[in-house]
């Protein structure tokens, strides 16, 4: 049974210096069907429930173009994630790994991202599947998907690449 913040046999925690987030800017926030992390997926799927990303003023007018991409990459905040910990065990059973080795939620910076599908956009919201994040998770940031992102020109030898 998966407890919240639990420290597992094998696991480590480090004194970790007192959080201060300080430098991130929060432009939305996620609507998810998810109210628990026990309910939560561990990976968003692409058949996944639809989510709603708003987007807060004034970054509002940041979004534009962004309904043309048919997936975008989407950055947010595990904001009740513990932060603590450099060795965990995913499967409670003794054998940890370090934290920088797997993608759970528990990192010195909770950040989580996921490739969602665009299903619509109205405004300041986009609808999107193949999140898993609870309801109420603060936004980061959005990015076309890389992988359908075409840079303006090909770069030239010797250029500083700021398209991507
Ligand atoms: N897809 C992201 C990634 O790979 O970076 C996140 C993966 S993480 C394994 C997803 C889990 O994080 C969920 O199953 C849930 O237990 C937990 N979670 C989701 N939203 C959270 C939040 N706002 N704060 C803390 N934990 C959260």
């Known amino acids: 049974m998966v407890r919240l913040n639990e420290i597992r046999e094998n696991e480590l925690a480090v004194n970790a210096p007192a959080p201060t987030d300080a430098g991130l800017v929060f432009i939305g926030r996620i609507r998810s069907p998810w109210t628990s992390r026990l309910e939560c997926p561990r990976q968003g799927r692409p058949d996944g429930p639809i989510c709603e990303i708003e987007i807060f003023e ?24 513990r ?22 939620p528990v990192r010195p910076n909770p950040i989580g991202t996921s490739i969602a599908t665009m299903v619509s956009r109205a ?13 109420d998770t603060p936004l980061i940031d ?4 890389r992988a359908l992102f075409t840079p303006i ?4 030898p010797g250029d500083f690449q700021t398209g991507d």
């Open 83 to 104: 932060r603590d910990l450099v060795r965990q065990s995913p499967a409670n059973d003794g054998a940890t790994r370090g934290t920088f080795s797997l993608r759970s």
């Open 58 to 81: 004034p970054w509002v007018a940041a979004l534009d173009g962004i309904e043309n991409f048919e997936r975008i990459e989407v950055l947010y905040w595990l904001h009740e994630s």
């Open 153 to 156: 020109a090909p770069p030239q």
């Open 142 to 145: 959005l990015k076309p998907d």
């Open 123 to 135: 405004g300041g919201k986009l609808l999107v599947r193949g999140l898993d994040c609870l309801d």
